[in-house]
């Protein structure tokens, strides 16, 4: 399939990209290479390579989500400067 400079304008027009007849040329010609390789990768034969569904390993470093108990409320609160309603009170920023 070959890239036509109607093919890159009608992008253009979706992207929502003003593009100038210097660009088009361009965008058509790169475009047009990108599909050429990608017709190079279908002709491999693949048939003999597993499918993966990830390209890295699925392990997972993070620790299990597990129910805890959670920390005193007023042992959070004694170090705060300023306190209200059981919650920090910062400075209003809006006003």
């Known amino acids: ?9 009608h992008v253009a027009v979706l992207a929502r990209l003003a593009l100038s007849e210097q660009e088009i040329k361009l965008y058509t010609e790169q475009m047009a290479n990108i599909l050429s390789y990608v017709e190079k990768l279908r002709a491999l034969d ?3 390579v597993e499918s ?22 007023e042992g959070i609160l004694s170090n705060a400067p300023e306190k209200a309603k059981g919650c920090f009170k910062v400075p209003r920023i809006i006003e």
């Not at 399939?1 to 304008?9: F, S």
């Not at 569904?53 to 409320?73: C, G, H, I, W």
């Open 1 to 9: 399939m070959a890239i036509t400079k109607k093919d890159v304008e």
């Open 46 to 48: 693949t048939r003999v």
């Open 52 to 73: 993966t569904a990830y390209t890295t390993s699925t392990n997972t470093v993070f620790r299990k989500d597990e129910m805890k108990p959670s920390l005193p409320q």
